[in-house]
């Protein structure tokens, strides 16, 4: 009696195991602390996205900054972001990210301005080297698209997995239409982002 009933606890050990292992290997992307969602904002369009993103997929949401904040008024930002881009100028970055070989999935979030991506987020990725991981990028902009900015990613990450990105309209700075992400207009740009991220198979 003794020797069967160690053969089915052995069994049922096995089987037990069995179990467990396909579940590890079938388990879909659970909200990890392996994902870094950085993003750069000014009217927290971006931030509404990153947000949503996070309240999704988990992570660690990180604000970049850079050293020497934009003026407030949009003509001189304007102006100055023009200057930068026609002298290849990345601006000095505030944010630090210590520890990033600890992140394998990186979602890089930012508005179009002039067109393309802002120079404080082409400093981050030309300072950091995000190579063997994997890239998602999202955007927002006033109603013009995302403009060379997807693509500038790709020329900036060229040893990462880049994934399909995300863009949707925000506000429209130029016209005084800031956060324009909110209440309802929140509740259906998440619905975009869930399907999006089911797209790409990160959900």
Partial sequence: MKPLLIIFCLLLSVCSNTKTENEVKN??????????????????????????IQDKVGGRLVALEKENPYPENYQQI????????EEGYLPPLKTKIENLEAYDTVFVG????????????????????????TVIPFNT?????????FEQLKR??????????????????????FLAIKGD???????????????????
């Fill in 141 to 149: 902009n006033a109603g013009y698209g995302v403009g060379q900015g």
């Fill in 27 to 52: 388990m879909p992307m659970s909200k990890s602390g392996n994902i870094l969602i950085i993003y750069l904002t000014r009217t927290n369009n971006t931030k509404a996205v990153a947000e949503i």
């Fill in 185 to 203: 207009r929140e509740e259906k740009v998440a619905k975009k982002v869930e399907n999006w991220l089911r797209d790409i198979g990160v959900l």
């Fill in 78 to 85: 304007v102006a100055q972001v023009d200057r930068e881009n």
């Fill in 156 to 177: 900036l990450c060229p040893n990462s997995k880049i994934l399909e990105g995300f863009s949707v309209e925000g506000g429209y700075e130029k016209r005084g239409v």
């Fill in 110 to 133: 930012f508005p179009t301005w002039d067109m393309q991506m802002p120079p404080p987020m082409k400093s981050f990725l030309t300072e950091n080297d995000l190579s063997g991981k």
